[in-house]
């Protein structure tokens, strides 16, 4: 066997054992998997959440969605969560940024199917900053001497602790500027 055939045969062996020995898979934080739209399983969010078991319901599905500030004291996660159809949630969970672990959650979106001759209430957020978040309610009203539907828009803020604990700034001086 000359020179030529012996590399030949030597990097088709080499072939055949990457591919029944493929590299080992980087293991992902519970944090990394949020990222995009990656089911979780309940023993996921058992494991790596505080959220109460009972919101955890057969009919559910959660998803990871975003994640703000990663590689920060405190990353900001969102998951969603829907239940087919009839509503959708999303959560905003504080992570340790140094153990991972999850410090506090809030609900800080809601869409749920409405009928047309009620009334309806929709929630939705946005960040500040690292620290600073709002929830916005939206109750839209139906009035039965009013073809037109009326909103009501409340907005709450939100601090996020040097604990990792989410605050009410209710009664407390508002952020100025922006939204």
């Known amino acids: 066997m000359n020179l030529t055939s012996k590399i030949a ?12 020995h493929p590299a080992p898979k980087k293991n992902l934080s519970f944090l990394d ?34 994640i703000y ?8 996660a969102i998951i969603a969560c829907d239940y ?14 140094t153990t991972l672990k999850n410090t506090s959650f809030k609900k800080v979106k809601e869409s749920c199917d409405s009928d047309g001759d009620q009334g309806y209430i929709e929630l939705d957020f946005a960040m500040i900053n690292d620290t600073l978040f709002y929830t916005k309610d939206i109750y839209t009203r139906k009035f039965d ?4 539907l009326d909103s009501i828009v409340a907005k709450h803020y939100f601090k996020i602790d040097k604990d990792g604990k989410i605050d009410s700034l209710a009664g407390y001086p508002l952020p100025t500027g922006g939204n």
């Open 145 to 148: 001497d009013k073809p037109d």
């Open 33 to 66: 998997s949020l990222k995009g739209d990656t089911a979780l399983t309940e023993r996921q969010l058992r494991r790596h959440t505080i959220l109460p078991p009972d919101y955890y319901r057969n009919t559910s599905h959660y998803t990871g969605d975003t």
């Open 69 to 76: 500030h990663p590689g920060s004291k405190q990353p900001v």
């Open 84 to 97: 087919h159809g009839v509503c959708e949630y999303s959560y905003l969970l504080v992570f340790d940024g």
């Open 9 to 20: 045969l030597l990097a088709l062996v080499l072939q055949c054992f990457s591919c029944s």
